[in-house]
């Protein structure tokens, strides 16, 4: 059984005003095929917590640990901690001119398993995942996130969920800008990915409708930096019905 | 009342820059000049005053159906019909030659002709080259340069009406080499240049391409391809001129700098002339920098006499790695080296799949590789230091 647990975690960027503390001491453990939902308002550090995962150089990790197994994942690069089986679904996937689809994801796969997959199963599965994210062949030529819009970025990160096969998936608000169509798809495609290799998945959204075709274990709401609230998939509903604010009062947001 | 002396005027508009074959009409160059204000001028002031040999130089082609290779005098009457020297290293080539080697597309669908150009040597050199495309001809050229060189040149590119030629330059120089060129083209109606400068070794590389589209529905693609690695000079200076009604125009230029003391200037000139309606133009030249201790020069120029055109207009941008970029891939489980490699061998590749040559790409891909392969060993091992 696979399990990320995330302790004490507190994290800080650099802004032009100085040092400025996001995550105010995060636990989280999350086991091998489980749904963790994070919820919470805007500016409540969600996003951080999944660019602290991932390690971007932006984020200052000041406290705390992010264990993989048992293995520090904070001491690891980014590329180290993708080798691990971590995994970042971007809200803001950027484009790479010139580098196609097809090799991208082909140089990916390979720096994972250390060798080049065999090409005959590898275009096997690159064909069925494309066709179950409803994604034309020719997307496979065009250059990375390049022209791609909203919808399209969103399914090609799914897709590399797929196919790169990590333990642990964070999605960073992959729901946004879809409309109800691409959203059934991109569901379609984590819960694929959860039965076909016991995925863990911390689902950050802003909003509850994706809760209805990714189903949640437990739901964390995050307030100013830290976990303000856990529960099972009850307190979405609760969530979407009275709001936030009984969080907010009080609670210290910058 | 005697006139007074006109005070000095600099040039206003490109289309009046001073031309001319004589070497005596220009100046002495003093590196103020704004053709010669960026570039090593010690590297390379003899080319443009000195003696030059100005005898054939050897040369080995490939024999291909359709083309023509030979030596013709400079008194034929196709040589000066394409330009005219705009510098003093042009025209100083352009009297000290000899020959001039003529190449000639006359086939509908003319073989790719590779000619290749290793034996300059080291004395200082002149040379001049004619490409001629025939009316409805079609075929690609592909001038291929190595060794060491001393040069200065001129190649003239004429292209008939309604003939489609491709001209390649590629310098992969030793690491000594000079090479002052200025590509003169003269686009005939309905008839389309692709010409391409790929410029990866030698000390100084200037390609400065005049692209003249004198009749109606002329259309010329510009693409420049350039790796500077330490102490490397390269300079492209291309400049659209667009004569007549109808005419297009896409300039595209990607540049990488790697290293102390690379240097590259991109400097493009865009002239819509008074009777060049319906005008569709763009140029654009972007460079990355890949270490400190670079610089690249860019300066795009837009002229427009006309009211009447489709489009005009020109981007440059000179950036540092993009660090979301490397993040993406690396988060991807890519190594910060190869991620680096993909993102620049990706930010080249838009011009080398424009080549038209599949297996010169196919070269080219290999060549741009071994730069960043040097260029990776050579970021390396300044971290360590």
């Given at each position: 059984m696979s399990v990320l647990k995330i302790e004490d975690l507190h994290v800080s960027v650099e802004t032009e005003q100085g040092t400025k503390q996001i995550l105010r001491g995060v636990d989280l453990t999350i086991g091998e095929g489980e749904t963790h939902a994070i919820m919470g308002p805007n500016g409540s550090g969600k996003s951080t917590l999944a660019y602290a995962i991932a390690g971007h150089p932006k984020y200052q990790v000041t406290g705390g640990s992010v264990q993989l197994d048992g293995e520090?994942?904070?001491?690891?690069?980014v590329d180290e901690r993708a080798r691990a089986g971590l995994f970042l679904a971007m809200q803001y996937p950027v484009e790479i001119p010139g580098v196609s689809v097809s090799n991208f994801l082909r140089t990916a796969k390979t720096a994972l398993d250390g060798e080049a997959p065999p090409i005959r199963s590898w275009i096997k599965d690159l064909d069925s995942s494309m066709t179950a994210l409803r994604m034309d062949r020719t997307f496979r030529e065009r250059n990375v996130n390049e022209g791609f819009s909203g919808g399209e970025k969103k399914r090609h990160e799914i897709l590399q969920l797929e196919l790169l096969k990590p333990k642990f998936a964070v999605l960073?608000?992959?729901?946004?800008?879809?409309d109800v169509d691409a959203l059934k798809i991109v569901s379609e495609g984590v819960n694929r990915a959860k039965e076909t290799t016991g995925l863990g998945v911390l689902l950050i959204t802003h909003y509850n409708r994706i809760l209805r075709y990714v189903k949640p274990d437990f739901v964390h709401v995050f307030v100013a930096g830290r976990v303000a609230e856990q529960g099972g998939p009850e307190l979405a509903v609760r969530l979407e019905n009275e709001g936030y604010d009984r969080f907010l009062t009080g609670a210290n947001v910058e | 009342m005697a006139l007074a002396?006109?005070?000095?005027?600099?040039?206003?508009?490109?289309?009046e820059r001073l031309a001319s074959t004589?070497?005596?009409?220009?100046?002495?160059?003093?590196?103020?000049e704004f053709e010669w204000k960026f570039i090593p001028l010690a590297r390379v002031k003899h080319l443009t005053e000195g003696a030059l040999d100005g005898s054939p130089t050897a040369f080995t082609y490939s024999e291909s159906a359709g083309t023509a290779v030979d030596w013709i005098e400079p008194s034929a009457p196709v040589v000066g019909t394409a330009g005219v020297p705009e510098d003093r290293a042009a025209a100083n080539a352009w009297a000290a030659v000899e020959k001039v080697l003529h190449i000639s597309v006359t086939g509908e669908d003319a073989a790719e002709l590779v000619v290749r150009r290793d034996r300059f040597g080291s004395t200082p050199r002149a040379a001049h080259v004619v490409i001629e495309a025939a009316p409805n001809s079609k075929g690609v050229v592909i001038l291929e340069h190595h060794g060491s060189a001393n040069l200065t040149e001129n190649v003239e590119i004429v292209v008939g009406d309604n003939a489609q030629l491709t001209v390649v330059t590629v310098q992969e120089w030793d690491d000594e080499a000079l090479h002052l060129s200025s590509h003169f083209a003269r686009v005939g109606r309905d008839a389309n240049l692709r010409h391409v400068i790929v410029s990866l070794g030698g000390s100084v590389v200037r390609v400065n391409p005049s692209v003249h589209l004198v009749s109606q529905g002329a259309s010329i693609d510009s693409f420049g391809l350039y790796f500077a690695d330490a102490g490397q000079y390269f300079e492209q200076r291309p400049y659209i001129d667009h004569?007549?009604?109808n005419t297009r125009s896409r300039v595209n230029y990607k540049g990488a700098l790697q290293g102390k003391g690379a240097h590259t200037v991109w400097v493009g000139d865009v002239l819509i002339g008074p009777h060049a309606d319906g005008t569709d133009s763009y140029e654009q030249n972007r460079n990355l920098v890949l270490s400190e201790g670079t610089r690249a020069d860019s300066i795009p120029n837009l002229e427009i006499e006309t009211g009447n055109i489709q489009g005009a207009g020109h981007a440059s941008s000179t950036g540092r790695f993009d660090d979301e970029q490397l993040f993406y891939l690396q988060s991807r489980g890519i190594s910060e080296e190869e991620a680096r490699r993909l993102v620049v061998r990706g930010f080249l590749a838009e011009i080398i799949n424009e080549i038209g040559s599949p297996a010169l790409e196919e070269r080219l891909s290999a060549a741009v590789e071994a730069e960043l392969v040097q260029a990776e060993a050579v970021r390396a091992s300044a971290l360590v230091q």
């Open positions: 520090e994942m904070l001491d690891k690069s960073d608000e992959t729901d946004s800008g879809l | 002396s006109p005070a000095f005027v600099p040039v206003q508009t490109r289309s004589s070497v005596t009409d220009f100046p002495a160059v003093t590196g103020l004569q007549a009604a």
